[in-house]
């Protein structure tokens, strides 16, 4: 090569490199947190683990709501013919959940607990929901990723604990749900949200990535402290949906809220809101006592004390090593640096792509 093909050669990645350098300067102001790809969701079978999707999940986040300065994205319910549902409050999903008539049931088909799909009709509205009504216990039960747990249960009653919990936690990606009877069994009746993307469907539709938002890399770090304060076996790529508003909707908490009171792979922490940091730490063993009492015992709400006694701890020690902003954040606040992380295996879902239904 001639040195004026050299020299030419060389001044065509100028201009690149400028852009790439004055992105890097000025992403913090932004609001940018600028990520590479990483790895997802590792995959191993259908129950795999989310290892790996922690904030490191995009390259070049849009500017959203948090860059703005406004509030997330509210999260609306609709019916299943796409139209939005007339609830203007949580109170009144529940009260639907729990009064309207059940007009008609369908196994989903799939799943252990082989839950069913119902539609619900009051006043002219109706609505889709999932009626879950498995309940074991059992002890010494042999995981999927090769571990063991000593004190196992898959029930209902833990899925709808995880829910009153969320609630008390100022939580909101835990679609509502009520305890009621269909067709004369016990279970838990939770509004289907409609329109979703899961990682499952994500992979199995083989989508290449587009970005994803602060905002949705902030949800997956409180679904995270979420988890691990509830002690959940069982979050994988079927239970982690979210909707075109980047909204992240979890569902299956069946296999919490045991009675084990260690913290299961404390590691997945990376960080979480400030408000729900606030709000386990504020957990009294009354107010657990009087919300979860009808669907878990006496051992089982120890044990979360206890977990919820370690994971302040844990926290405290995260913020006392790194500091309190490299820790917490509130939901609207820019990143309070730049983070870059790279592992060329990853790729996000493009917003909105493999639309699916789940419950």
Not at 64 to 83: I, L
Not at 211 to 226: E, G, H, I, N, W
Not at 288 to 315: C, H, Q, S, T
Request: proline residues 5%; glycine residues 10%; charged residues 25%.
């Amino acid at each position: 090569m001639s040195e004026s093909n050299s020299t030419a050669h060389r001044g065509r990645w100028i201009p690149v490199l400028t852009a790439l350098l004055m992105v890097v300067c000025l992403a913090p102001y932004l609001g940018y947190a600028l990520e590479v790809p990483a790895r997802v969701l590792a995959i191993g079978d259908s129950h795999a683990g989310y290892e790996g999707l922690d904030a490191r999940l995009a390259a070049f986040p849009p500017p959203g709501p948090e860059s703005q300065g406004a509030k997330t994205p509210n999260r609306v319910f609709h019916g299943p013919d796409g139209a939005p549902l007339p609830f203007q409050t949580v109170s009144e999903v529940e009260e639907f959940l729990r009064t309207a008539n059940v007009v008609d049931v369908q196994l989903i088909g799939e799943g252990v607990t082989k839950p069913k799909r119902i539609l619900l009709e009051a006043g002219g509205v109706q609505a889709r929901a999932k009626f879950g009504y498995y309940d074991f216990k059992g002890q010494g039960e042999k995981l999927a990723d090769g571990t063991t747990e000593m004190y196992f249960q898959d029930s209902y009653k833990a899925d709808m604990a995880g829910y009153v919990l969320s609630r008390l936690l100022g939580m909101e990606m835990v679609p509502p749900a009520v305890a009621r009877q269909v067709e004369g069994q016990d279970g838990i009746v939770q509004i289907w949200i409609e329109d979703l993307t899961s990682y499952e469907s994500w992979i199995q539709d083989g989508n290449s990535g587009q970005p994803a938002s602060l905002y949705f890399q902030r949800q997956v770090k409180d679904m995270k402290t979420f988890d691990l304060l509830i002690r959940n076996i069982d979050r994988h790529s079927r239970n982690i949906n979210w909707d075109n508003d980047w909204n992240l909707w979890l569902i299956d908490h069946t296999r919490s809220l045991a009675k084990d009171a260690t913290l299961r792979k404390e590691d997945s922490f990376k960080g979480c809101s400030r408000g729900l940091f606030q709000a386990i730490r504020g957990l009294s063993k009354s107010d657990l006592e009087a919300a979860l009492g009808p669907y878990l015992g006496g051992f089982e709400i120890k044990a979360l004390l206890k977990r919820r006694d370690k994971l302040v701890k844990m926290i405290e020690g995260q913020i006392k090593k790194q500091g309190e902003d490299r820790i917490l954040f509130n939901y609207g606040d820019a990143p309070p640096g730049l983070v870059i992380s790279y592992d060329e295996s990853a790729e996000l879902a493009p917003h909105g792509a493999a639309a699916k239904s789940a419950g």
